[in-house]
């Protein structure tokens, strides 16, 4: 891994929101979860690649002392987006370090439970994703983290994960009733709502993504639909997916 952690005085602006981002420089996002086993790692790692995919130059900084997304990336053959570990601290140092190399993204993977290491990611980040399943506990664990970016005057965005599968178009009760509790926490929706799949998980064994296994499943569309949401917010509409994708 070329990314080292040395600071540098050049930065990319600092948005006061969605919008209003220079043309060219790199984005920083930030994926939250402050539950375990909401699919946080899963959907950074994930994101990487759909990055790495559109032929966007992208590097994962793995922040979360289990080391979990540098495993994955670690086993994929061929390439792929880089990766470097290290800690919200650090966080800022890693950023221009990647800067310098020319990337075009960088993901945190954040820690789940410590505040004040999610709290450097959200500062250093373009926007913080508040990942959260459609259940009491996670809502409730969220609050607080989303209270903490717009504290920070930072853009935010929560993604519904995990959630069970609409029938014939009708959402399930607990995914209607979590888009209402949503509503508490004053951060923009996904309007794109990723299910329980578990092909998302089993794809990671070698390092890959649901987008590389098939592109035409309902997870790979869910997932490329995620990223070029994400892609418009932090990129722009007329600064899209890089022409000639990566291999």
Request: hydrophobic residues 45%; positive net charge.
């Amino acid at each position: 891994m070329n990314v080292t952690e040395s600071p540098q005085s050049r930065t990319t602006r600092e948005p006061s929101g969605m919008g209003g981002f220079e043309q060219h420089p790199m984005r920083t996002i930030a994926v939250i979860a402050r539950k375990g086993g909401s699919g946080k790692t899963t959907l950074a790692v994930h994101l990487a690649i759909a990055a790495h995919l559109r032929g966007r130059k992208t590097i994962l900084a793995d922040s979360d002392a289990q080391r979990s997304a540098s495993e994955v990336l670690r086993g994929r053959q061929g390439p792929g987006p880089e990766w470097v570990e290290t800690s919200g601290q650090k966080l800022f140092a890693v950023q221009m370090a990647a800067v310098r190399s020319g990337a075009d993204a960088m993901i945190i993977d954040t820690p789940a439970v410590l505040e004040e290491e999610v709290s450097h990611s959200i500062v250093v980040s373009d926007l913080s994703l508040l990942v959260i399943r459609p259940t009491f506990l996670d809502i409730a664990a969220a609050l607080r983290t989303a209270e903490i970016i717009r504290r920070l005057r930072k853009p935010g965005l929560i993604v519904l994960n995990q959630a069970p599968p609409a029938r014939e178009g009708v959402e399930p009760p607990a995914v209607k009733r979590a888009l209402e509790a949503l509503m508490l926490m004053r951060l923009p929706v996904a309007p794109m709502i990723l299910r329980a799949r578990a092909n998302y998980q089993s794809v990671l064994e070698a390092g890959r993504s649901v987008e590389e296994l098939d592109p035409t499943n309902p997870a790979a569309r869910e997932m490329g639909a995620l990223w070029d949401f994400i892609e418009r917010l932090v990129y722009g509409a007329a600064n899209g997916a890089r022409k000639g994708a990566a291999s």
